[in-house]
């Protein structure tokens, strides 16, 4: 198993550019979550979904959209980019119970200048 | 709800010499409890996890923490620093009912360690 997987892995976009962060996992898990890490901070979180078709804001959504038509896959989109947005962006999954750890993927470093 | 807050924002040790990393939470319920560890530009790996069954857990690389409900506490120790072990730590709680099972952060723990 690749566990969860994102890409890309470093981003420079300007002020205004969209772009889409990809996040895939190979576990069959159910939910899936969106965080950023401010430098020096815990992870927040932006969105997260518990199933094919739903999802729910989080902590920081403004500024992000997210989608999940598969199971496997949970996009995150920012439409216009702002420089508070700069961050390192972390994908995660887990099965359903709060027992459950959550399994992260390795990171997006996102940069808007 | 749900919060945690680690009580240092940095710790130093030495090499060899023990590790206590302080965490306290609050839950409306039953909580979860995890352990996270980064190291420098890496992703989180899970050390270690308390879901109410031993309230003393033992995780990887010599790692073990301590639940005490009447405390609120969940601290991390490890007997022995090595060099490996300098990382950010964050201490993590999840409510039994917790929709979604979000998980809330504390804003982590640097372990500095010095040979």
């Known amino acids: 198993n690749a566990g969860v997987t994102q890409t890309p892995k470093f981003r420079i976009l300007k002020i205004g550019q969209s772009m889409t962060l990809q996040c895939t996992q190979d576990m069959n898990h159910n939910y899936m979550y969106w965080y950023r890490q401010d430098p020096g901070m815990g992870l927040k979180l932006i969105y997260y979904?518990?199933?094919?078709?739903?999802?729910d804001k989080g902590e920081v959504p403004n500024g992000y959209n997210v989608s999940r038509s598969t199971t496997e896959d949970f996009p995150l989109r920012l439409e216009l980019a702002a420089p508070s947005q700069t961050s390192v962006y972390f994908c995660?999954?887990?099965?359903?119970?709060?027992?459950?750890?959550?399994?992260f993927g390795p990171g997006t470093r996102l940069t808007v200048l | 709800a749900q919060s945690v807050t680690q009580l240092d924002s940095h710790v130093s040790v030495s090499e060899g010499t023990p590790v206590l990393l302080r965490c306290n939470y609050s839950?409306?319920?039953?909580?979860?409890l995890f352990w996270y560890v980064q190291h420098p530009n890496k992703g989180l790996q899970l050390l270690l996890k308390?879901?109410?069954?031993?309230?003393l857990v033992k995780g990887i690389n010599g790692f073990e923490a301590e639940f005490k409900k009447s405390e609120t506490s969940f601290h991390l120790t490890k007997p022995s620093a090595h060099m490996s072990d300098a990382a950010e730590y964050f201490c993590v709680v999840s409510d039994l009912y917790n929709a979604g099972n979000m998980l809330t952060f504390g804003g982590g723990t640097r372990l500095m360690v010095k040979p």
């Open positions: 839950s409306s319920y039953s909580p979860s």
């Open positions: 308390y879901t109410s069954a031993a309230t």
């Open positions: 995660a999954s887990t099965l359903p119970s709060s027992y459950n750890e959550q399994f």
């Open positions: 979904s518990v199933g094919a078709g739903i999802t």
